[in-house]
């Protein structure tokens, strides 16, 4: 690796993972996850590394199918929990500033849960296994926040913290791009895939987030990604959905605005608006007034 000061990091990251016994990572096919999820492999063996992902409509499908090739390339089995968060729970109905704590709280919470079950039942031979006197019977769960995620508001992270969830990353100093680069250097295929959030991050706070809902985002950004705009957002106001892309392609957009209008209108929306600001992280905290 070229960069002197991403070697030190990267170093820092590998001794970081190896002073833990086994680990399981929270794994969503993003970038993070993959480079994080990759590195355990490499420093602690397939054995002592398992793999969890929360799926529910809040996460598109093409992300799980994504996330399990990314699995398969890694050879490493990825564990998929269905119905992960539970919608019907009160939170998604009221949607709060902090929906993304109590999310975080259940899906970790049961990621434990479901690694403690595994390992009570494992073979003895398996270092998750807490009759396997050789290693501890405690596992640590990872996940891949980086530096630059802790600049925007993320309450989810408060749950991690309270749940014991590491961040190997925050700990090691990894920037975004360092993950990206280091990615590249690894031959990682998703080292430049944009940034995601779940699909209720789409829903203003305040508002509920339904399945119904979360179909027609899902389908509003597979749509917009198959013509050519691969990173967007479409923001959900009931009968009026605000579509957001990088600003470089603004006038693109505006030029496919018939098939776009007409394909928006299928899908529900009466009102098919433009971000003239572009796309932007976080932009739904814009409106909140309850923030800290």
Known sequence: ????????????????????????????????????????????????????????????????????????LLKVRLQVIDDLPDLNSPVFKTNPPD??????????????????????????????????????????????????????????????????????????????????????????PNWNKPAQACLASRIPYGKTVSTQKLIQIEEGEKFLKKIGFEECRVRHYGSLTRLEVPSKMLDMLLKKSPQICSKFKTLGFTYITLDMMGLRKGSLNEESIFLE
Not at 36 to 51: D, T
Request: hydrophobic content about 35%.
């Open 1 to 72: 690796m070229k960069n002197d000061d991403l070697t030190s990091k990267l170093e820092k990251l590998k001794n970081n993972i190896s002073e833990m016994k086994k680990v399981t990572v929270a794994f969503s096919g993003g970038t993070d996850s993959t480079l994080l999820l990759k590195v355990c492999l490499e420093v602690l063996g397939h054995s002592r590394v398992r793999a969890f992902m929360a799926y529910s409509p809040l996460i598109p499908q093409e992300e799980l199918a994504e996330a399990k090739k990314l699995a398969g």
């Open 99 to 188: 929906r993304c704590y109590y999310c975080k709280k259940e899906i970790y919470s049961v990621f434990t849960d479901v690694g403690f079950n595994n390992a009570a039942s494992s073979a003895s031979s398996d270092p998750f296994d807490p009759s396997n006197n050789s290693s501890p019977y405690t596992t640590l769960m990872m996940e891949g926040t980086n530096i630059d995620d802790l600049a925007d508001y993320r309450p989810g992270r408060k749950a991690a913290v309270e749940l014991g969830v590491k961040a190997p990353f925050v700990e090691t100093g990894f920037t975004k791009e360092d993950i990206r680069n280091v990615s590249r250097e690894l031959e990682l």
